[in-house]
């Protein structure tokens, strides 16, 4: 029992340009907070840099991308974008909001955004941290990656799931 089990009431709206300080500011916090078990201090700084430009350029993707937010109340908990119509690109939860269902619910939405612009599957480039999570949701896994941001290399995985599996 405890903080994990409390109902959220949640709601999902598209992120704007308001928006911007309190997503790239969640991005950066989450990358350094849930993925550190994961990978060293150098690949989170890699991942997500601090400073204006990093976030300037997060913004204009999850504005061009149409990102979603998960609110709790005037707080932002959690954002999610797609980029076309089946790659789900992002998906990132306060760490204070981990396991209590904003990841899922994000994932619910883009997924049925997805199908809806006429993806048969989804396809999303997971962290180490991020794969029991897709896999949980009957994603699987088709290569491990190795990606370089600022000369550090990461691990993620390319996963998939079909859509025709949850009409």
Same mark, same amino acid.
């Given at each position: 029992?405890?903080?994990?089990? =409390?109902? #959220?009431? %949640?709601?999902?709206?598209?992120?704007?340009?308001?928006?911007?300080?309190?997503?790239?500011?969640?991005?950066?916090?989450? &990358?350094?907070? &849930?993925?550190?078990?994961?990978? =060293?201090?150098?690949?989170?700084?890699?991942?997500?840099?601090?400073?204006?430009?990093?976030?300037?350029?997060?913004?204009?993707? #999850?504005?061009?991308? +149409?990102?979603?937010?998960?609110?709790?109340? $005037?707080?932002?908990?959690?954002?999610?974008?797609?980029?076309?119509?089946?790659?789900?690109?992002?998906?990132?939860?306060?760490?204070?909001?981990? +396991?209590?269902?904003?990841? *899922? %619910?994000?994932? +619910?939405?883009?997924? @049925?955004?997805? *199908?809806?612009?006429?993806?048969?599957?989804?396809?999303?480039?997971? $962290?180490? =941290?991020?794969?029991?999570?897709?896999?949980?949701?009957?994603? &699987?896994?088709? *290569?491990?990656?190795?990606?370089? @941001?600022?000369?550090?290399?990461?691990?993620?995985?390319?996963?998939?799931?079909?859509?025709?599996?949850?009409?």
């Amino acid at each position: 029992m405890g903080e994990k089990t =409390t109902r #959220l009431a %949640l709601r999902l709206a598209p992120l704007s340009s308001r928006d911007a300080a309190a997503a790239a500011e969640l991005f950066r916090e989450t &990358v350094h907070a &849930v993925n550190a078990r994961d990978y =060293t201090s150098e690949q989170l700084d890699a991942w997500a840099p601090g400073g204006a430009v990093p976030a300037h350029r997060l913004v204009e993707l #999850l504005l061009r991308q +149409g990102a979603l937010g998960a609110w709790d109340g $005037s707080a932002l908990v959690g954002l999610g974008s797609l980029e076309g119509a089946d790659l789900l690109d992002m998906l990132y939860v306060h760490k204070d909001y981990q +396991g209590r269902g904003v990841a *899922r %619910l994000l994932a +619910g939405a883009l997924e @049925r955004e997805a *199908r809806d612009r006429g993806a048969h599957a989804v396809r999303t480039f997971a $962290s180490i =941290t991020a794969r029991p999570f897709f896999e949980r949701r009957s994603y &699987v896994v088709l *290569r491990e990656n190795a990606v370089v @941001r600022a000369g550090m290399q990461l691990t993620n995985f390319l996963m998939v799931k079909d859509l025709h599996l949850e009409r």
